[in-house]
Structures are given as structure tokens and as C-alpha cells.
């Protein structure tokens, strides 16, 4: 509040306002850093995840192809955010070859998948911590330390080097997010996945991976992100992450218990349910199930006359009435896809408001298998 009230300067400037603005970004960044293990100058931040994965992939892709190495190809994975699938088309038709990993059932690519497809003109692999819509966690530091392996063979064939992004945004809450301990050289964090403010995020860099901006003015951001800094987001960005890793194991243990004894319930107690994605290997907070024979967008508003509210699919794609990709992607049919629902817990969520939610749901359910004309076939 005080980078709102009274110390408002532009970051920019050298008179005194200005200068406690700075100071104030350079303490956000400091803090930042130590906390992913990283130095202040890796910290570039951005106005969110979108922005940060476009500037890890288009920024990277292309100071690579400045380096004049043939454009390149890229590795990514099929249910990436579309920020990052988007970006990878764009720079397809930038005349990059991109592969697109399939995942398994469960929505996981493995080790060996990603290695099998690096090329001798690969530059980068972009794969995601955790899925935002059905929560599986990808093996990002089995990954990451081999790429490290393969990079010191390749250095001695003086091979280009493959730099591995991961976007970690909805990970960062609740998984360690040490870059060195998931040996990543790009790393996209989003501050309102953290009960911080929207618009704000950072990437990480690491010294020695170049980019180039895809923003251009003032050069702010060591001159890869122009625009006049957020203050006071970038103060409650670093206050935010501090508060999440603090609470991340304490918090990780308690929603994993509110999250299985939720999806045993609802699977036992709701004909024709079934969980998306790993019932393991998924995020705590992350609750995805199809009900057969729904539309997940009707289910969405009678819950949300009901005072709950969930999703389904991407929230950034609400608009989309198409089948969630990456429900289709695990190879689902078209009915499980259109009848996913996501629930996400979060601080405030107890036993009390799931209770009341698989009460709502049960009965939501059956009146809407009773109106709906998609069948409720088995998968």
C-alpha cells in the first residue's frame, strides 16, 4: 500500500520518490532471488505468466537464430498453457520446428521421451511443472539433470546448447521451486497463483542464456522488458512468495488430505465419475473429475448459484466452449472432456466446504443427467 499511497515515484527516476521506488524494486528482486536460489540480476518481471513464457520462448528461440543457428527446433509437451503453445506456433511460422510430446493417460511425459527427441539442432525444451487444469506434476528435475547431461556431451561435439524453461505457475505454491535443484535456465512464476496481485510475475533467467526482448521502450529490466515498473505489485509479488514458501509443506500436507478424501468421495458416491489426470502425482490443491452424461459449463453455473465456483478447462480460456485439450490430449473421448469440472482448494478452504460441495454436487448431477441429451456412456 505505501508504493500506491505515498511512495508512487517512477522506479525510473532520480529525484527522491523515484529513488525509494527503486530501492524498493531492488529489494523485491533481492528477495526474489534468494528465494529461488537465484542471483538478483536472473529476476526480470514481467507483467505475468503469459508474458514470462512468451519471453522465455520467442526471447530465447530468437537470440538463438541471431546467433545464426538455423532457427532451430524446440521441444514442448501437447497440454502445455496455450502461452506457451502459442508462442511455439508463432515461431513455427518463424520457421522453427517445434515437437509436440504426447502425454500418457495420466497427462505425464517421461524422461526418456524428451531425451529420445533432442536433435542435434535443438535449443530448447519448454516443459511444465504442473498442469493448470488437471494437476499433474511432470518430472521436471529428472529432466532438467538430463539435459545437463546431454549439454556436456554436446559441448564437446560443439553442438548448440538445449536450455530447459519450465513454467512453474502453478507449481510455485506448492513444490519446491529451487532452480537449482530442478537444474532450469528459464523458470515463469505468476504472482496471482499466490494470493498475490494479478498482472505481475517474473522470469528467471539464468547469467549465462541470452535473450532478446519482445517488449521495446525504455529499456527497463536490463533491457529486456521496457515499461515503467510496477511498484507496488512487484513489493506484494516478493511479499506473496515469501508468505507461499514458508506455508508450502504445512499447506501442501493439509490440502492433500482434503483433496483425496474429496475425490474418493465424489468417484463413490456419484455414479459415472472419473478423476483426470495422476491420483498421485498431481498438485494438492488440484481437483479435476468428468462427470459422464453433463456439460461441465452447465454444471459450472448451478454451482455457482450455489455459492461455489469452479471451472472447467483453463480459466484463462473461458470463452472457448471447444473440449478441454488436454483432456482430449490423455486420450479421452469428447463426452469426458465436455463433463470435466476443476476445483481448486486453496488457504481458507476445511472438510466443511467440500462437504457442502459434494452435497450440491451429488444433487446437480442428477438433475442435470435428467435434462441433458449427452447420454452419460461409459468412457
Given at each position: 500500500?505505501?508504493?500506491?499511497?505515498?511512495?508512487?515515484?517512477?522506479?525510473?527516476?532520480?529525484?527522491?520518490?523515484?529513488?525509494?521506488?527503486?530501492?524498493?524494486?531492488?529489494?523485491?528482486?533481492?528477495?526474489?532471488?534468494?528465494?529461488?536460489?537465484?542471483?538478483?540480476?536472473?529476476?526480470?518481471?514481467?507483467?505475468?505468466?503469459?508474458?514470462?513464457?512468451?519471453?522465455?520462448?520467442?526471447?530465447?528461440?530468437?537470440?538463438?537464430?541471431?546467433?545464426?543457428?538455423?532457427?532451430?527446433?524446440?521441444?514442448?509437451?501437447?497440454?502445455?498453457?496455450?502461452?506457451?503453445?502459442?508462442?511455439?506456433?508463432?515461431?513455427?511460422?518463424?520457421?522453427?520446428?517445434?515437437?509436440?510430446?504426447?502425454?500418457?493417460?495420466?497427462?505425464?511425459?517421461?524422461?526418456?521421451?524428451?531425451?529420445?527427441?533432442?536433435?542435434?539442432?535443438?535449443?530448447?525444451?519448454?516443459?511444465?511443472?504442473?498442469?493448470?487444469?488437471?494437476?499433474?506434476?511432470?518430472?521436471?528435475?529428472?529432466?532438467?539433470?538430463?539435459?545437463?547431461?546431454?549439454?556436456?556431451a554436446r559441448q564437446r561435439r560443439q553442438?548448440?546448447?538445449?536450455?530447459?524453461?519450465?513454467?512453474?505457475?502453478?507449481?510455485?505454491?506448492?513444490?519446491?521451486?529451487?532452480?537449482?535443484?530442478?537444474?532450469?535456465?528459464?523458470?515463469?512464476?505468476?504472482?496471482?497463483?499466490?494470493?498475490?496481485?494479478?498482472?505481475?510475475?517474473?522470469?528467471?533467467?539464468?547469467?549465462?542464456?541470452?535473450?532478446?526482448?519482445?517488449?521495446?521502450?525504455?529499456?527497463?529490466?536490463?533491457?529486456?522488458?521496457?515499461?515503467?515498473?510496477?511498484?507496488?505489485?512487484?513489493?506484494?509479488?516478493?511479499?506473496?512468495?515469501s508468505i507461499s514458501q514458508k506455508q508450502?509443506?504445512?499447506?501442501?500436507?493439509?490440502?492433500?488430505?482434503?483433496?483425496?478424501?474429496?475425490?474418493?468421495?465424489?468417484?463413490?458416491?456419484?455414479?459415472?465419475?472419473?478423476?483426470?489426470?495422476?491420483?498421485?502425482?498431481?498438485?494438492?490443491?488440484?481437483?479435476?473429475?468428468?462427470?459422464?452424461?453433463?456439460?461441465?459449463?452447465?454444471?459450472?453455473?448451478?454451482?455457482?448459484?450455489?455459492?461455489?465456483?469452479?471451472?472447467?478447462?483453463?480459466?484463462?480460456?473461458?470463452?472457448?466452449?471447444?473440449?478441454?485439450?488436454?483432456?482430449?490430449?490423455?486420450?479421452?473421448?469428447?463426452?469426458?472432456?465436455?463433463?470435466?469440472?476443476?476445483?481448486?482448494?486453496?488457504?481458507?478452504?476445511?472438510?466443511?466446504?467440500?462437504?457442502?460441495t459434494l452435497a450440491v454436487l451429488t444433487?446437480?448431477?442428477?438433475?442435470?443427467?435428467?435434462?441433458?441429451?449427452?447420454?452419460?456412456?461409459?468412457?
Open positions: 500500500m505505501p508504493y500506491l499511497k505515498e511512495d508512487f515515484g517512477n522506479a525510473g527516476a532520480i529525484y527522491d520518490l523515484g529513488r525509494r521506488a527503486r530501492h524498493a524494486v531492488d529489494g523485491a528482486r533481492a528477495r526474489v532471488a534468494k528465494l529461488i536460489g537465484a542471483k538478483p540480476q536472473e529476476i526480470i518481471f514481467t507483467a505475468g505468466g503469459t508474458e514470462s513464457d512468451n519471453l522465455a520462448i520467442l526471447g530465447y528461440a530468437r537470440a538463438n537464430a541471431l546467433k545464426g543457428n538455423n532457427r532451430g527446433h524446440i521441444i514442448t509437451t501437447n497440454i502445455e498453457h496455450h502461452a506457451v503453445l502459442d508462442a511455439c506456433r508463432a515461431l513455427e511460422s518463424e520457421g522453427f520446428e517445434i515437437t509436440y510430446l504426447p502425454v500418457d493417460k495420466d497427462g505425464l511425459v517421461t524422461v526418456e521421451q524428451v531425451a529420445r527427441a533432442v536433435r542435434s539442432d535443438t535449443i530448447l525444451v519448454s516443459v511444465m511443472y504442473a498442469n493448470n487444469e488437471i494437476g499433474t506434476v511432470m518430472p521436471i528435475t529428472r529432466i532438467g539433470k538430463k539435459l545437463a547431461l546431454l549439454n556436456a553442438l548448440p546448447r538445449v536450455a530447459f524453461h519450465s513454467d512453474a505457475c502453478q507449481a510455485a505454491g506448492y513444490l519446491n521451486i529451487n532452480v537449482n535443484d530442478l537444474s532450469v535456465d528459464l523458470m515463469t512464476v505468476n504472482g496471482s497463483k499466490l494470493y498475490g496481485p494479478k498482472g505481475i510475475g517474473f522470469l528467471y533467467r539464468r547469467r549465462d542464456v541470452s535473450l532478446v526482448p519482445i517488449i521495446w521502450g525504455g529499456g527497463q529490466e536490463f533491457g529486456l522488458r521496457s515499461g515503467t515498473e510496477n511498484v507496488a505489485s512487484i513489493v506484494g509479488l516478493a511479499e506473496v512468495l508450502r509443506s504445512r499447506e501442501a500436507k493439509r490440502l492433500t488430505a482434503l483433496r483425496d478424501k474429496f475425490i474418493d468421495a465424489v468417484l463413490d458416491q456419484i455414479p459415472k465419475t472419473l478423476l483426470n489426470g495422476h491420483s498421485q502425482k498431481r498438485l494438492p490443491n488440484n481437483i479435476n473429475i468428468s462427470i459422464l452424461g453433463i456439460e461441465g459449463e452447465s454444471a459450472v453455473l448451478y454451482l455457482d448459484a450455489q455459492g461455489i465456483a469452479c471451472a472447467t478447462g483453463s480459466a484463462c480460456t473461458v470463452a472457448n466452449l471447444e473440449p478441454s485439450y488436454v483432456i482430449t490430449a490423455l486420450g479421452k473421448n469428447h463426452e469426458r472432456a465436455h463433463g470435466s469440472l476443476r476445483l481448486t482448494l486453496g488457504r481458507e478452504t476445511t472438510q466443511k466446504d467440500l462437504d457442502y444433487k446437480v448431477a442428477k438433475r442435470l443427467r435428467q435434462i441433458s441429451a449427452v447420454g452419460g456412456k461409459n468412457d
